[in-house]
């Protein structure tokens, strides 16, 4: 059965950094096109930040424009864990965090924060960043 467990939701002040967690199980092989998404009160759904992985380990990632160059997504070397580090963290990043996998198939060209290939989630990870 193919679980994704988010983690490392807290409340942070202004500017504070946290770090999330995304175990993955349950599968055969590890999704190369994983994404982080969240989803604030009375807003839709958004793409944070995606990470593709080569079968030759290249990482190749992308942002959505309002985290760039405060946020960093990233997996270990055994495809089991995805990581965002979320640094200089503001009230407007206040959202249910949700950890996704792509389909197989997807391609690094398609493993995009706006892509519509995430068929897999996770339960969500609460973060509140006040000010």
């Known amino acids: 059965q193919v679980r994704l467990v988010e983690s490392g939701g807290d409340s942070v002040q202004s500017g504070g950094s946290l770090r999330l967690s995304c175990a993955v199980s349950g599968y055969t092989f590890s999704p190369p096109c994983m994404g982080w998404f969240r989803q604030a009160p009375g807003k839709e759904r958004e793409g944070v930040a995606t990470i593709y992985t080569t079968n030759a380990n290249a990482l190749y990632t992308n942002y959505v424009d309002s985290v760039k160059g405060r946020f960093t997504i990233s997996r270990d070397n055994a495809w089991e864990t995805v990581f965002l580090q979320m640094d200089s963290l503001e009230p407007e990043d206040t959202a249910m965090y949700y950890c996704?996998?792509?389909?197989?198939?997807?391609?690094?060209?398609?493993?995009?924060?706006?892509?519509?290939?995430?068929?897999?989630w996770g339960q969500g990870t609460q973060v509140n960043v006040s000010s």
């Open positions: 996704a996998a792509a389909k197989y198939g997807t391609r690094e060209p398609s493993c995009r924060p706006e892509s519509g290939d995430f068929t897999s």
